[in-house]
């Protein structure tokens, strides 16, 4: 198993930066894939983009060209790099791991605001 620790949440003006971390409990070349996920009040989780093991991302269409997602091998991390931020970016961001037994494993959650 593995447990999942988040940090960087916060609050920011809209078209502000903002970047999450995600550090996992073993090595992060034991995970098949990473991911983050988001859900805003009322609203089902949805996922927000993936990194697998051999540095293949995916985003969705919404914060595809805003967000990006890389990793620091050496520090055993992995960020979510938020940039043009919108008002309905608003949500409370999940971390996601995918081992290679295909079992997944969640983080606590981190709140991002963004208003003025």
């Known amino acids: 198993q593995v447990q999942l620790v988040e940090s960087g949440g916060g609050l920011v003006q809209p078209g502000g930066s903002l970047r999450l971390s995600c550090v996992p409990s073993?090595?992060?070349?034991?995970?098949?894939?990473m991911g983050w996920y988001r859900q805003a009040p009322g609203k089902e989780r949805e996922l927000v983009g993936t990194?697998?093991?051999?540095?293949?991302?995916f985003y969705a269409d919404s914060v595809k060209g805003r967000f990006t997602i890389p990793r620091d091998n050496a520090k055993n991390t992995v960020y979510l790099q938020m940039n043009s931020l919108k008002p309905e970016d608003t949500a409370v961001y999940y971390c996601?791991?995918?081992?290679?037994?295909?079992?997944?494993?969640w983080g606590q959650g981190t709140q991002v605001t963004v208003s003025s």
């Open positions: 073993r090595s992060i070349y034991t995970i098949k894939a």
């Open positions: 990194i697998s093991s051999g540095d293949s991302t």
């Open positions: 996601n791991a995918i081992l290679y037994n295909d079992r997944s494993y």
